[in-house]
């Protein structure tokens, strides 16, 4: 099946520095998304992003659909920020996504 | 209140038990799915439908069921609760095309 790989795994930033995170994918993918999971354990929905580059705010993503990964931009990071940042895409003919294992964001005042 | 809401959000139940996990949305939206999510697997899913009486195995189906009998519902059934379904669960909606909304989780503990 389709393999989701999420880089890094883990990373920590002091507060006001930006990041990118990559997630890759071993096939053709759509309905590509990005996730924010909360210390508090609550799943939102970031972007839906299956090509181009969208904003919002701080965050931002680009999606390369034919080369197959997505990147999720954060700029002047805030301590807020930290959870874990899932992407998912979708598997096949049905809607149903498959997620990657997640980067753990740290931010440090 | 609109979205999508859970419940319960916590629960302990006792192996061998019956226990459904409840999840309604007030979208309409066509698709929605049960994910569970455990240290060193992430998210898997578990059950999805896609219209009202229609549903389909995920990753992971053994040992749950589903109904959609109507389109704002779609509980989630552990037949006969074990420990290895200790997890939390989480319920989403969508539609073609267009971003997943998650729930906000019901943490199962089966002792």
């Known amino acids: 099946g389709i393999q989701v790989e999420q880089s890094p795994p883990d990373l920590i930033l002091q507060e006001g520095a930006n990041s990118t995170l990559r997630c890759n994918f071993s096939d053709s993918v759509n309905n590509l998304q990005w996730f924010h999971q909360n210390p508090w354990g609550q799943l939102i929905n970031l972007f839906y992003?299956?090509?181009g580059t969208k904003q919002n705010g701080r965050l931002s993503a680009t999606t390369v659909a034919t080369e197959r990964y997505s990147l999720l931009y954060i700029s002047s990071s805030q301590t807020t920020d930290s959870g874990v940042y899932f992407c998912?895409?979708?598997?096949?003919?049905?809607?149903?996504?498959?997620f990657g294992g997640g980067t753990r964001l740290m931010v440090k005042p | 209140d609109a979205g999508i809401t859970q419940s319960p959000r916590y629960k302990i139940t006792e192996t061998g038990r019956q226990v459904t996990l409840m999840c309604h949305q007030t979208w309409s939206h066509s698709y929605m799915f049960w994910y569970r999510q455990d240290l060193g697997h992430g998210l898997r899913l578990i059950y999805y439908?896609?219209?009202?009486?229609?549903?389909d195995k995920g990753e992971v189906p053994d040992g749950y069921v589903v109904s959609r009998s109507k389109t704002e519902n779609f509980p989630l059934t552990l037949e006969s609760a074990t420990r290895s379904q200790t997890s939390v669960y989480f319920c989403?909606?969508?539609?073609?095309?267009?971003?997943?909304?998650f729930g906000s989780g019901t943490r199962l503990t089966v002792v």
């Open positions: 989403a909606s969508s539609e073609v095309n267009y971003g997943y909304t």
């Open positions: 439908s896609a219209a009202a009486d229609i549903t």
């Open positions: 992003i299956p090509s």
């Open positions: 998912a895409g979708r598997l096949r003919a049905g809607n149903m996504l498959t």
